[in-house]
């Protein structure tokens, strides 16, 4: 650990240990890897006011490493049979973009032409006399192109 902040529950933190650590890494020129999900990465599998939870476990890089892959990050995976994470790093990590969900505005349904806007849209399905779900999901998609136009 290089903090206090990574330690949950009663188990004191080693400062003697801690200082040293940072010491080493000091020493060594090593950055501490982004991470992403759990804060802590082991625990010691128990209950109540005797759950301990630490970051113990790490991922470090020198500069060098940090400038050759910015965009790294370490996932934090859950652990199976283990009381440590797993960790993986992903050195080309790039955000997911998720598509926004489309939703309709109620002030368009006073526009005036509202009802010949979803008519054709709803009119211009090409799967119709295939699965009614299939028309459906057709139907609903023309609708929500022809109110994005």
């Known amino acids: 650990m290089v903090s206090v902040y990574e330690n949950v529950g009663k188990r004191p933190v080693d400062i003697r240990r801690m200082m040293n ?9 090593l950055l501490d890897l982004n991470y992403a999900s759990a804060h802590y990465t082991w625990c010691n599998q128990r209950l109540g006011e005797d759950h301990v939870k630490e970051r113990i476990d790490k991922a470090v890089g020198n500069v060098e490493f940090r400038e050759a ?14 009381d440590h994470h797993i960790l993986a790093v992903d050195c080309e990590f ?3 973009r ?3 969900s ?12 509202y009802l010949q806007t979803v008519e054709k849209g709803w009119l211009q399905c090409n ?3 295939r699965d009614k779900v299939e028309e459906l999901v057709c139907r609903l ?3 929500k192109r022809v109110l994005s136009e």
């Open 94 to 96: 790039k955000h997911a």
């Open 127 to 129: 799967v119709l006399g």
């Open 98 to 100: 998720t598509q926004r």
């Open 21 to 29: 650590f940072q010491s080493m890494l000091s020493n060594c020129a």
């Open 141 to 143: 998609e023309n609708y």
């Open 102 to 113: 489309f939703k309709v505005e109620a002030v368009w349904l006073e526009h005036e032409d």
């Open 69 to 82: 892959f910015q965009l790294a990050l370490v996932m934090h995976v859950e652990p199976v049979g283990s």
